[in-house]
């Protein structure tokens, strides 16, 4: 049994059990958003509730998108995206909360963890395998389409890959991991860019348009399975299936996953170590956000993110504010068995130290003095 794998079942255990009766100072926290955290997310909460009785935090993992969705209108207090928000939408969502609300509302995102996105895979004996990176592009697009393909092949000497039709696994939803994915394979294969994003001279120029990059993309093939554990649960289930999910959610699920070729040419898989290398790369802009989309360190993993949470800077109800700031200061807490510890133990990836001191500061910014109402 894995690490992993061990404190899920702990946490599931915990689920069944009653709570205490609720103190009368009880404040519970709404959160939706991202699957690609939610493990880490559900046990930081329940860790934190442990401590503090007096603190429930609900979090619905129902996808990056919808999460957005839930916090503008007004149904939870904070989501958690696996894309980072550009300032002018940032603004957007804001505005509509103050429109509803008539306050002035004004947002931030924090990192409050790392992770990388595995290409799983299920074929009879599940052989070790290396995926070159236009060759994992190409699967993806439907341009490579039995397991026996010469580039497979030529890829894995040795390996006697099956004459087995590749079946494609990918997000039905609006998906923060799908925008990682595919924002990725979007820098390392014109094919994958919409035609306005083509390169002047690329010889795609004059080809259809790709999937682009983008949490709902224009998909060429692919079954869709809900969340990262319906996509786990598709490839498990569907014998040739290929696919991409939170690599935590592979080891979990015990599925194969690949080594993939990085910038640099070497394989490589999703180990912490090697997503924590590909992460340093990244540069923030003003809104805390920012890509990674293909980290040329040679022992950086290719495929690696952040979540961030999205919260406002102040809360209607004070103690929803000074709750929160407290919760995601415990998430950032670089201790053993606490916040990013926890972090590293499921299979995640700690910010790198310079980032987690911005986003410490960044929460501390969170006030719990209520918003103004607008004239």
């Known amino acids: 049994m894995t690490r992993r794998l061990g404190a899920l079942l702990v946490l599931a255990t915990f689920a069944l059990l009653p709570l205490s009766c609720a103190p009368s100072d009880a404040v519970t926290i709404q959160g939706a958003g991202a699957s690609f955290p939610a493990p880490l997310s559900k046990r930081w909460f329940r860790e934190y509730n442990l401590a503090h009785p007096e603190v429930r935090v609900n979090y619905q993992a129902i996808g990056s998108g919808a999460g957005v969705t839930q916090l503008q209108a007004g149904l939870t207090d904070f989501a958690e995206s696996d894309e980072a928000l550009s300032k002018t939408k940032l603004a957007e969502v804001a505005k509509a909360i103050g429109e509803r609300d008539g306050t002035a509302v004004e947002l931030m995102q924090v990192p409050i963890t790392g992770g990388a996105v595995a290409l799983c895979y299920n074929l009879p004996g599940n052989p070790e395998l290396k995926l070159p990176r236009l060759v994992y592009a190409g699967m993806a697009l439907g341009d490579i389409t039995h397991w026996d393909d010469e580039a497979l092949t030529q890829a894995n000497p040795g390996v006697a890959l099956p004459h087995l039709p590749i079946t494609f696994i990918r997000r039905a939803e609006s998906s923060g991991t799908t925008f990682v994915f595919t924002t990725h394979l979007a820098a390392i294969d014109d094919r994958w860019k919409l035609d306005r994003d083509r390169k002047p001279g690329s010889p795609m120029l004059k080809s259809p348009d790709g999937p682009g990059a983008s949490k709902t993309p224009q998909w060429k093939v ?142 501390q910014t969170i006030h719990p003095v209520p918003p103004e109402p607008t004239k």
């Not at 070497?266 to 805390?288: C, H, I, K, Q």
């Not at 999205?310 to 201790?335: F, H, M, N, Q, W």
């Open 222 to 363: 692919g079954l869709g399975g809900k969340g990262n554990a319906g996509v786990a649960a598709l490839i498990g289930q569907t014998p040739g299936a290929f696919g991409y999910l939170e690599a935590g959610y592979a080891e979990l699920s015990g599925l194969k996953v690949a080594a993939l070729q990085n910038k640099a040419g070497a394989y490589v898989m999703p180990t912490s170590e090697n997503a924590r290398v590909g992460l340093e790369e990244a540069v923030f802009n003003d809104v805390f956000g920012t890509t990674v989309p293909d980290p040329k360190a040679s022992s950086a993993y290719p495929i690696v993110t952040f979540t961030w949470a999205i919260v406002r800077k102040r809360y209607a109800d004070p103690r929803t504010g000074e709750t929160l700031r407290a919760v995601l200061s415990y998430c950032l807490e670089d201790a053993p068995g606490q916040g990013q510890g926890l972090s590293q133990s499921l299979g995640y990836v700690k910010l790198p130290q310079a980032t987690l001191d911005q986003a410490r500061a960044a929460v």
